[in-house]
């Protein structure tokens, strides 16, 4: 189905972790949300391993790391980065970050003390209140879909990914967004991850984004159904120094609306940030 492939393992807590370490140059980190994997970075980070080390995977509960029957919720998630980023010797890298994977950079950098080169936030996770009408049912009633028919299940998941996406996208290039959460294990962690979204995770740490240390930017698909672009906005207030990027004609997967959008303002914004000095408080 795709040649996308993790060809790296770390284990977390007894659970298998997949990752791939492409390319040379200044560390570069891509962290994919939810209900995705790292493939929403096929067309975008392969464009980077020309310049950089670039460094992507599979979160706890998703894609080809491991589906267990175990907490793979925003509070675990940045452990496993924290863990990551030490067993790759990275001490500052660029990190691009998606949806959920947004909240667990800026929780990695808010309650585990990383720094970051840089910080691309596209879409996050990252204020209250978050959660569609139909992650709203599902936190209710996770043991009845986890135990839906398949056909149903084929049916639910691609309809669920469209709604992130502006334009048409062909069921062949839908499919391994689907693929993962597919099979009895794959249904079950589809739900269960789900099933264990939290607001709690965010509220956490929603009083210290005035204490981000790191230059950051937020890109914005304008026509994300998902999260409205208000909470975009509401977040560049907070993270001082921040930048808003909205992006036209894009929904909440702007890797598939709008990707030479991100390409170009992640090329732009760590090309203009790469002698920024590290310290405890942004310089």
Known sequence: ???????????????????????DGPPLVFVHGTPFSSYVWHRIAPLFFSTHRVHYFDLLGYGQSAQPDAD??????????????????????DVV???????????????NGKNYRSLTLIDPVALSPWGS????HVRQHEAAF?????????AIVPTYIRGAIERDIPDRELAPYVQPWLGETGQAAFYRQIAQMDERYTREVEGLYTSVRCP?????????????IERGQALQRLIPGAQLLPVPNAGHLVQED????????VLRYIGA???????????
Do not use: K
């Open 216 to 228: 950051t930017q937020i890109l914005w698909g304008e026509n994300d159904q998902w999260i409205p």
């Open 1 to 23: 189905m795709t040649d996308w492939q993790l060809d790296q393992v770390y284990d977390f807590n007894g659970h298998s972790i997949r990752y791939a370490i492409q390319g």
């Open 258 to 265: 709008a990707p030479e959008a991100i390409v170009a303002a």
């Open 146 to 154: 986890s135990g839906l028919p398949d056909y149903i299940q084929r």
């Open 72 to 93: 793979v919720s925003l509070g675990v998630q940045n452990p496993l980065l924290a863990q990551l980023l030490a067993h790759w010797g990275l001490d500052c890298p």
């Open 273 to 283: 940030n790469a002698d920024t000095p590290v310290s405890g408080t942004r310089g």
């Open 97 to 111: 970050a998606h949806d959920f994977g947004g909240a667990t950079a800026l929780r990695t950098h808010l309650l």
């Open 133 to 136: 009408p139909f992650v709203q």
